[in-house]
């Protein structure tokens, strides 16, 4: 009936029916959709820690940098590391005053190695997921809080390694590895001359000499340093300082040594050549003499120039020596005989037979301070960077000692 139809009409119109308040109530909902969306959208800036080689020369070139804006991203076969820890190399020290080919012109960031937790991984990546614990090797750019590299320069940091350690591990002893074994052959009952011994890469050979039968080490360094470079295993630590060590070494074994690292260059390396044995072998992998002070000292340079070693095919075969040059920068795209080194030297970890001893850590922020500290052979292993504001112990040592001389005074 008509009447019948008007009537539930009037009583919706008189009284709204509920599910006509849904269309506002969704227009409201919408609105404040639309003046959140941007605020989600605003996400603060990020920055993230680097350091920045300026322009070649002292120690303040050197400097912290905080980048803005978000970190690259991997590309296909790369991944992207959160640094926990970076290595500090006697070659950094070099590069720092423009006396290191392998690292391009500043402004420049430095660093070798460094050690991290994957954050990303690029397309392709199979062997490396999110969370991985990793250590890094490249030519440079690794002294950053989040670093980009090829996957194939990344390896697996061994269980019970602490971040520090694995930093500290793959320049130092893939080159003491690979001089000792690959080209000195080193076997029982031989003996070896180590310069820097209280070095990096000295406590790197010395603990993987100790891993050969009744090898003789003769290791040079200051005399404050004897005591430590024994307990690691140097038989006959020497003073370069105030004693000859050619003649030290003589005393000890008149014939001289079956092999020689020889990091100083120079006049030094015309030394190690002459303490060799029949079939001894030199192997020179560095120019640490050049190294004089803060800056490029051209008088050290001419004077390493004039007194280099040079020696004919025919003198050697007469001699019955070899010489052998190492340089671990020319290595960078051999990966395959690199991860084999690395494979052995993780063995050699886990076995307990070699660990990578610490000098000190420092933050990004004391870069100079750490540099400083290595290029006046003040350390006794490796120096470690990190992006954290890690205080730095040798520093308060430092500070209770200058506290304990005013108070004497």
Sequence with gaps: ?????????????????????????????GEKDKTEQPAVQQQPEVTYKTLQLSSFGGYDKVKLVMKKGAPPAPKAGEIQVRVKACGLNFADLLARQ?????????????????SGIVEAVGEGVTNRKVGDRVILLNRHGLWQEVVVAPVDRSFMIPEGMSFE???ALLVNYITAYMM???FGNLRPNQSILIHMAAGGVGIAATQLCKTVNNVTIFGTSTASKHEAIKEIGVTNPIDYRTTDYVEEVRKVSSKGVDIVL????????????????????????????????????????????????SINAVQLIHSNKAVCGF????????????????????????????????????????????????????NIGKVILVPEGKKEEKKEEDIEEREEKKEEK
């Design 1 to 29: 009936m008509p009447g019948e139809e008007a009537a539930p009409t009037a009583a919706a119109a008189a009284t709204p029916a509920p599910h006509q308040e849904k269309p506002e109530e969704q227009k409201q909902e």
């Design 98 to 114: 423009g006396l290191y080919e392998k690292l391009p012109s500043p402004p420049v960031t430095p660093g070798m190695e460094c």
């Design 262 to 309: 020889d990091p100083l260059g120079g006049s030094d390396t015309c030394k190690a050549f002459s303490l060799l044995k029949p079939m001894g072998k030199l192997i020179t992998y560095g120019a640490a003499n050049l190294l004089t002070g803060q800056k490029k000292n051209l008088v050290a340079i001419a004077k390493t120039w004039w007194n280099q070693f």
């Design 165 to 167: 350690e694995a930093a």
């Design 327 to 378: 340089h671990l920068g020319y290595l960078d795209e051999e990966t395959e005989l690199i991860s084999a080194v690395v494979a052995k030297l993780f063995e050699l970890y886990q076995s307990g037979k070699i660990k990578p001893r610490i000098d000190s850590t420092w933050p990004f922020e004391q870069v100079g301070d750490a540099m400083r500290h290595m290029q006046e052979r003040k």
């Design 180 to 182: 000792i074994f690959d």
